[in-house]
């Protein structure tokens, strides 16, 4: 869907670009000159009847009109951020459904709006960040997790839901460290979760674990079973920040460096959806908005 609104996005602003250089270069100095040879046939014309005599059709006018605001919104969306909208819970508590994202597109390279080819590098996904990327299962889908593994590194998650990162080029997997460990005011299957702050490279932030829940280590891929990856060059390995309710690298692999949007930045609105199960209301409506979640994210 967001691939067809950049497809439509585009081929509005190139029909409409095109009226809008016609029109300033051909047509409107034609309906100047038609003005002209009548004034010369008349005399005097006032405004109103200059303007009947070459009127500006409807749809030029309309195109000159929204052109610039759709190159605008075509730039800015493209170029340097687009906003997304949190649909699930896999990153909590870090982001919570209703949570209207910034992604800052520029961040891992300028890429064009319809075949997402790199036409500028500008950067790459650090360990820590939350990146918005393509479901590499189905490109169509975007999906947004923490980059946990970089390309060369060997990811390893115990079974007491640790963390550990060998970094390119070293011998050493070292734990990531885990702190500040209390229960969360999030539940899961009725279960109080545990809430602990989790330091991964530069970047310290809060991730949730069930306590009673065992990860469903026979689903891993690419190997069943197997809970030690090696991620390929030019390949990135993700991780929700709700370790176990997160369908993430673990369970469908590793991300191309082509399939990233951009890096998430900021909550710029935040709304509830929380309402009584008898309630007539569409379950789309916001009951409320969450002023204390807007601004930037870890």
Not at 139 to 157: A, E, F, M, T, W
Request: proline fraction near 7%.
């Amino acid at each position: 869907m967001a691939n067809l609104f950049s497809l439509i996005l585009v081929v509005v602003t190139i029909v409409t670009g095109i009226v809008w250089v016609l029109d300033k270069l051909v047509w409107r100095k034609k309906r100047e000159q038609k003005v002209v040879e009548m004034v010369g046939q008349t005399q005097e014309l006032d405004e109103a009847t200059k303007a009947k005599i070459a009127p500006q059709p409807w749809w030029v006018e309309n195109s000159v009109s929204i052109f610039p605001v759709i190159a605008f919104v075509l730039i800015l969306r493209s170029f340097i951020f687009e906003p997304f909208q949190i649909p699930s819970g896999s990153m909590m508590p870090t982001l919570l459904i209703g949570d209207f994202i910034l992604v800052e597109k520029y961040a891992y390279g300028l890429k064009d709006p319809v075949w997402r080819t790199e036409l500028v590098a500008t950067g790459k996904p650090q360990r820590g960040d939350i990146a918005v990327f393509k479901y590499p299962v189905d490109p169509s889908v975007d999906y947004i997790k923490r980059v946990v593994g970089l390309p060369g590194d060997i990811v390893r998650y115990s079974s007491d839901k640790q963390i550990c990162v060998q970094a390119k080029g070293t011998d050493t997997c070292k734990p990531v460290k885990l702190s500040n460990v209390e229960q969360s005011e999030f539940f899961q299957d009725g279960i109080p979760l545990t809430e602990m702050q989790e330091h991964l490279g530069d970047v310290e932030h809060h991730i949730l674990i069930n306590p009673i829940r065992r990860d469903r280590v026979s689903a891993y891929r690419p190997r069943g079973g197997v809970n030690e990856w090696v991620v390929p060059e030019g390949h990135y390995f993700m991780m929700g920040d709700n370790r176990d309710n997160s369908a993430d690298s673990r369970y469908w692999g590793f991300v191309p460096e082509g399939n990233f949007v951009g890096k998430a930045v900021a909550i710029w609105i935040s709304f509830e959806f929380d309402r009584d199960p008898s309630s007539i209301l569409p379950s789309w409506i916001p009951t409320g908005v969450r002023f204390n979640r807007i601004g930037g994210i870890n």
